[in-house]
């Protein structure tokens, strides 16, 4: 488990980084999210140990990142969106460097680069020089070395760049497989990778943690669109059915036909609150045509929250009202 408390990261005046907390389980994968400038590689530098915190701590599994770095990066894989590889050294020698730098035994060494290149399909390439490979090829041994001695921790920061969809299908299953006996963070700008993988996303703005909610929860919203043929002061009704927050008419036609967004409450079980209101509609006499819970699109959704700093409750409260 990967327990980050209060961390703060300053550059003279500026704070890249400010009071970030979040805990991250075995098993889990967490999108890190964030608009450029929001302390997202600060943070990932700060969690590998490359970086010290002005402020704040980070244990994985107990430990102490401060207090025992190398016991902590012993058991971490980092793939930086720019991974610094040498590149006049084949494949097969990167590797067997990377694996010396992690503290692994001979033995451990030749099973743990063998399991890497398998996973990573790099067996073509292993006697050619790094410079020789196309983006793609680098970024699988970027994943390669990230992989060795099976760390409990891995931070990828846009593992996916580079590769072709059918790489990228072999990727995001890697990742999966990893994260049976691990913890991983993926940083990336691509929202399918992070609806395709993860099941919390970890949104900063502005140095600040902004959102840290699982990925379903954060897409639907306390908001439910209906489409009827109830008239706006009917409609206007449907605010005293318990549970129901708030009505906002969208449009009205000359024909009488209304379409609404109904707001819920939090507390509320809205499959519950949404049969009150079907039934509602039905009992006055009116056709209804549609009712949904809005589904937030992810994309629009980091727009705004990274535009605006909305607050998760800020979100639910209609802050993303055109977003799905």
């Not at 929001?38 to 980070?58: C, R, W, Y």
């Not at 006697?127 to 921790?153: E, M």
Request: proline share 3%; charged share 25%.
């Amino acid at each position: 488990m990967l327990e980050v408390c209060d961390l703060m990261r300053r550059y003279d005046d500026f704070t890249a980084v400010e009071n970030v907390s979040f805990t991250i389980g075995k098993g889990e994968i967490v999108g890190l999210l964030g608009h450029n400038g929001a302390g997202k590689t600060t943070i990932m530098k700060m969690l590998s140990g490359f970086l010290e915190p002005d402020h704040g701590s980070v244990h994985l599994d107990g430990i102490d990142l401060a207090k025992e770095p190398r016991k902590v990066q012993a058991s971490l894989g980092y793939l930086p969106e720019n991974l610094p590889i040498y590149p006049e050294m084949t494949v097969a020698d990167y590797l067997d460097y990377a694996a010396n730098l992690k503290g692994l035994s001979d033995e451990e060494k030749r099973d743990e680069v063998k399991r890497a290149i398998s996973a990573t399909e790099l067996m073509d390439k292993l006697l050619a020089p790094i410079a020789t490979l196309s983006r793609g090829y680098k970024q699988r041994v970027g994943v390669a070395q990230a992989i060795l001695g099976r760390p409990k921790l891995l931070i990828l920061d846009e593992p996916t760049n580079g590769l072709d969809p059918e790489q990228t299908q072999h990727m995001r299953q890697l990742i999966r497989d990893i994260a049976k006996d691990a913890t991983v963070i993926l940083s990336t700008h691509i929202m399918q990778e992070v609806e395709a993988l993860c099941s919390r996303v970890i949104i900063l703005g502005q140095g600040q943690l902004v959102v840290d909610e699982e990925l379903h929860a954060l897409k639907n919203s306390n908001r439910v669109w209906i489409k009827t043929s109830l008239n706006e002061q009917q409609a206007q009704s449907l605010a005293s059915i318990e549970g129901v927050a708030n009505v906002e008419i969208e449009q009205s036609s000359k024909e009488g036909d209304s379409a609404l967004w109904v707001g819920l409450k939090n507390e509320v079980e809205q499959r519950k609150v949404r049969a009150t209101i079907a039934k509602r509609i039905i009992e006055m006499g009116a056709e209804l045509y549609e009712l949904r819970s809005e589904e937030r699109n992810l994309e629009s959704l980091f727009k705004q929250v990274s535009e605006h700093s909305l607050s998760h409750k800020e979100l639910n409260n209609g802050g993303l009202k055109n977003a799905a």
